[in-house]
């Protein structure tokens, strides 16, 4: 079949291809029933005109931590107009002026102007507002540790949580989305007097409950016939040995467009074969490609370091030999962590400020550039 076949091809084995996106919120959802409880516990007291308390939502990634939130987000503005939820991607907005313009587009419907307004009107404007209705402001700040990358967390979790002191009836928590508790010490000691929060903790999912999501996600993406039971406990098993239900979800859609490519009404062992292919190496490949100079000089430093692989060391090697700042080195080790080829987390307070440590999400000889 040709590319012009492929793309013109009527028929399709997705009934909702958007059921494998990654903001895709399934109607029902299994296996946090726990988890979303204590969330809206939190909640509850701002729906009778209390104070929400404040919740870290802590567990590795693809637990469900996200889809969770964004449900019970959905199901208390469903019930009530005493609260205001803002649900934030701290990767996508990572300062003070950039978190706050999305509590602004969520309360006012629109986007502040980006110039010519200073921060303080904006913030003034906010808190007015919910004096003004009544109202408590609840908000979920997904993958907070970004913003201590850009060094915004302890001014927007203080300028939060410290409003009533300026306006006086105002009630407002946080909820932070992360993976571990690190950020907990990276906090100046004005937050932490007012964020004291409750720890919620997602699980990785077991087996069954993975072969019961993906089950359930291929019933509501593909036409029925399209994927059969065996190759469903393919995905599921490699889905579980991966430990990321995202992987299992990306691998569900390339199988089923490995498919429609060789036009098969049914998802064969070829295209889960291919599929698997696809996701080890495309994709980490065309990123490796996709880096400038500078981004693969220092993934090579990490990659080729012996034990331990520390920020602050790491720095101060790089900066020796690229004669860059320490301000670039963190802006190219920002983008090594936000393409998914490392992770980092906090160790603590260092030398230049919050210290972290750098794992690679792969083995070192697969950093080859």
Known sequence: MGIEDILMYDESLFQNINAFDPDYVPQDYNFRDTQMEAMAMSIRPAMKGGQPSNAVVLGSPATGKTTAIRKVFELVEKNTEKVVCVYINCQLHTTRFGIFSQIYKKIFGHLPPETG?????????????????????????????????????????????RAYEEYPGVRTAIFAILSDLEFKYAFDKNVNTVFIPQEIVFPLYTYPE?????????????????????ILEQVAMYTHENGDLRTGINLLKSCGNFAEA????????????????????VDFSETLKKLNDAEK????????????????????????????????????????????LIDTKFTGKGVRGNSREIILRFTPDDYVI
């Open 262 to 281: 060789s036009a098969s009404r049914e998802i064969k062992q070829e295209h889960f074969d291919k599929a698997v292919d696809s996701l080890v190496s």
């Open 210 to 230: 993975i072969e019961d999501i993906l089950k359930n996600r291929a019933k509501a993406g593909f036409f029925p016939g399209v994927i059969s039971d065996d």
């Open 117 to 161: 307004v200073p921060f303080s009107r904006i913030y003034d404007q906010i808190m007015q507002n919910l004096q003004k209705d009544n109202k408590s402001l609840v908000i979920a700040l997904d993958d907070v540790n970004y913003l201590f990358h850009s060094k915004s967390a302890n001014k927007v979790f203080y300028d939060m949580l």
């Open 297 to 340: 000089s220092l993934l090579k430093m990490i990659a080729g370091w012996e034990g331990v692989c520390k920020a602050g060391e790491l720095a101060e090697m790089y900066i020796e030999k690229t004669s860059s700042s320490y301000a670039s080195f963190n802006r190219t080790l920002d983008k090594l962590e936000f393409v998914r």
